[in-house]
């Protein structure tokens, strides 16, 4: 199937509606969680089958993780039907690896989300494992290195902080779906570049959604009014968790849409 380029135009059009309608979700959802009472929220978000837990394996939680999961199966199959690959200028692949490594990437993700399914599958943590996990899980982002704070509870700082896995995943959507679309767009050297290694490229109203959503999180916490700061340390806890399920979301339309180009050809190098 081939398209001129009237039919990319609409491509093109039909992305910004798409990113409007996302947009108009995701201020609904936040608008919703705003004047929605906090035990509402805790009710609906903690797990049925350990309360105590709170959020673990919750549905924002598992939505998260479900978004992760599909993201990384359909970045799987645009990598398997692209045909055109990379030129590394001293060497070339044959299919697009960087949709590889996105499928990778996202796959991880939704392993360390739910903890690779270990309250799932009743697993133990390893001894090993459990002596440098923060919450004792069969996970890579609670280890101690990789945790916003020290043995003591207190927020890292300096080079330690850099290593903050939640950090690493913003700069990383920062980076690849903010500041690289914008630069491709502006410098022509670049988008050559990016061009001729192939690197898939974030349609610039997508990628402006992810900022749109760490900014409406913030947001939500300095705007909010609860008294009780038991129900305000949980609050916060909920809010980080939602941000995190919509950034899966956003990542699976991102998904959507690099499948829905391949399958039309509507790449110029695929």
Not at 70 to 83: E, K, M, N, R
Not at 119 to 146: A, C, D, Y
Not at 188 to 209: C, M, Q, T, Y
Request: glycine share 6%; hydrophobic share 50%; with cysteine.
């Amino acid at each position: 199937m081939s398209f001129n380029g009237k039919t990319i135009c609409k491509f093109q059009k039909l992305s910004i509606v798409w990113s409007l309608i996302l947009l108009s979700v995701i201020l609904a959802i936040y608008g919703v969680v705003t004047f929605t009472p906090s035990e509402t929220l805790f009710d609906f978000a903690k797990s049925s089958s350990e309360s105590a837990r709170r959020f673990e394996d919750g549905p924002v939680e598992v939505f998260g993780a479900v978004c992760f999961l599909a993201t990384s199966i359909l970045f799987s199959l645009v990598y398997w039907q692209s045909t055109q690959g990379n030129d590394f200028f001293i060497f070339s692949t044959r299919r697009n690896v960087f949709f590889l490594l996105l499928a990778i990437v996202f796959f991880i993700g939704a392993g360390e989300e739910m903890s690779w399914g270990q309250r799932q599958l009743g697993i133990e943590t390893p001894g090993w494992m459990k002596s440098v996990n923060r919450q004792h899980e069969l996970n890579i982002h609670n280890i101690n290195i990789f945790h916003g704070e020290d043995a003591e509870g207190n927020k890292k700082t300096g080079i330690e902080s850099l290593l903050n896995i939640d950090r690493l995943f913003s700069m990383f959507w920062l980076s690849y779906c903010v500041i690289l679309p914008l630069l491709a767009r502006v410098s022509r050297r670049l988008a050559d570049f990016a061009s001729r290694v192939n690197i898939p490229i974030v349609p610039i109203g997508l990628g402006l959604l992810f900022p749109l959503n760490y900014i409406f999180s913030k947001l939500l916490v300095v705007s909010d009014l609860r008294p009780s700061l038991d129900i305000n340390n949980l609050y916060v806890h909920y809010t980080v968790e939602l941000k995190e399920a919509l950034f899966a979301f956003l990542f699976l339309n991102l998904a959507m849409y690099f499948w829905i180009a391949r399958s039309g050809r509507i790449f110029s190098k695929d």
